[in-house]
């Protein structure tokens, strides 16, 4: 089951303050396309230590996209200020020794004070250590949800590209089966041309079989056949994995457009070469999908 990578989950948790007051706080977790993996949080300073530890456990669990953690407070008990004793403190120790030691003369007053570096912090500022795991497991229920979501849209570009493929296989059917056709109708265009040119004269049928030949080897698509059936059969094994895959399934669309491209130059009969647009219309169409599979 593949995995696609446009997604988003949510969850709410609690916390107490020190008076008892309760505050709610909510998680967002959004995901989008990418080729390779980015985690941008945001989310309130007091949860600031648990960043690196968010970032590696969303890295531990996926393997490409751009995620976006956003933690919001719901009530918000923490917008008050509780002054700073330690820094007003070491502010005053500091004056007076300032006075002491370099006979400087003056007072200090609240004013002065207040205008000092952090002489106020939130009332909340820090946490505890019991937060974490709070935050930690709302994460966890929010990236659940997002896994659900994920995995519906792989399986809708799952089913999208095995419907791709299938038609792919048709057309590829169709190609190894007018390949052959190809060198008889220019066998007898050759023929008829030489019938003409000689005019009664008798034909070089062993001339004639030459040419027919090196048409035949220039224009002979067994081996691009097979490979792109291979190939075609390594996506769809591809799809029904459960691991990430996208890479690969991107590296195969490369493979098939080759093998494509290298028919296409080989054979210059007009239905052939509309099968060939419409092959590459299909590749192209899977091509985009797989951009969006994990």
């Known amino acids: 089951m593949c995995s696609g990578m446009t997604g988003y989950g949510s969850a709410v948790f609690t916390l107490s303050s020190e008076e008892g007051k309760e505050e709610n706080f909510s998680v967002e977790v959004k995901s989008l396309n990418s080729r390779y993996l980015e985690v941008n949080t945001r989310i309130p300073e007091r949860f600031s230590k648990l960043e690196t530890g968010i970032r590696d456990f969303i890295k531990k669990r996926f393997s490409r996209g ?3 953690v956003s933690v919001i407070s719901r009530t918000a008990f923490c917008n008050g200020i509780r002054l700073n004793h330690e820094v007003v403190r070491g502010y005053l120790d500091a004056a007076r020794e300032i006075k002491e030691k370099f006979g400087v003369t003056g007072s200090v007053d609240v004013g002065m004070i207040l205008g000092l570096r ?3 912090k939130p009332s909340c500022e820090g946490g505890s ?9 709302a994460i966890e229920k929010a990236l659940s949800e997002l896994v659900l979501m994920r995995k519906k849209e792989g399986e809708a570009l799952r ?3 095995e419907a791709r493929l299938v038609s792919m296989d048709s057309r590829v059917s169709e190609i190894g089966k007018r390949a052959p056709e190809i060198i008889d109708r220019f066998r007898e265009r050759l023929r008829n041309s030489l019938k003409e040119l000689l005019a009664g004269k008798v034909m070089d049928e062993q001339r004639l ?19 792109l059936r291979s190939h075609m059969d390594e996506m769809g094994r591809y799809l029904s994995l459960s691991e990430p895959t996208g890479r690969r399934l991107d590296f ?7 093998e494509v491209n290298t028919i296409g130059s080989k054979i210059s009969d007009a239905p052939m070469t509309m099968i060939v647009v419409e092959l590459k219309g299909e590749l192209e169409k899977i091509r985009e999908q797989v951009q969006n599979i994990e």
């Open 118 to 120: 952090d002489v106020f």
């Open 159 to 161: 089913a999208d590209i």
């Open 66 to 68: 751009v995620f976006t």
């Open 209 to 227: 079989l030459m040419e027919v030949g090196i048409l035949a080897e220039r224009t002979n698509v067994d081996e691009e056949l097979t490979r």
């Open 129 to 137: 250590d019991n937060e974490s795991p709070l935050l930690l497991k």
């Open 252 to 258: 195969l669309c490369q493979e098939l457009l080759r």
